[in-house]
């Protein structure tokens, strides 16, 4: 798994709202038990705030919630179904809004 990886959520109670989990950690840490992961959620015709980043994956409208980020074990994520590599930019510049305001 790679950062950026975009995931099958495995909870089946938010999967509805959220079907994947975006791997934000540094696949340089491999070894680590748990994974960083930020909910990627659907219904979201804009973004909910500036930490929000809009993606399309398989044609329909996405976003990645930064400021839901949580850990999860690494074992529980399977499927990895693309990555949002392409989105880096927006995804770091949401980050840096998160960690130092700016």
Do not use: C, W
């Amino acid at each position: 798994m790679r950062q950026f990886d975009l995931v099958e959520n495995p909870s089946e109670r938010s999967r509805s709202v959220a079907p994947y989990l975006l791997v934000l950690q540094s696949h340089l840490l491999e070894r680590a038990d748990s994974v960083i992961v930020a909910p990627v959620v659907r219904d979201a015709a804009r973004p909910f705030s500036r930490l929000d980043v809009t993606v399309e994956v398989d044609g329909r409208s996405l976003t990645v919630t930064l400021l839901e980020l949580f850990s999860i074990e690494r074992g529980l994520l399977k499927t990895v179904r693309g990555s949002l590599a392409e989105h880096e930019d927006q995804i770091r510049r949401g980050l840096e809004r998160l960690f130092t305001g700016f």
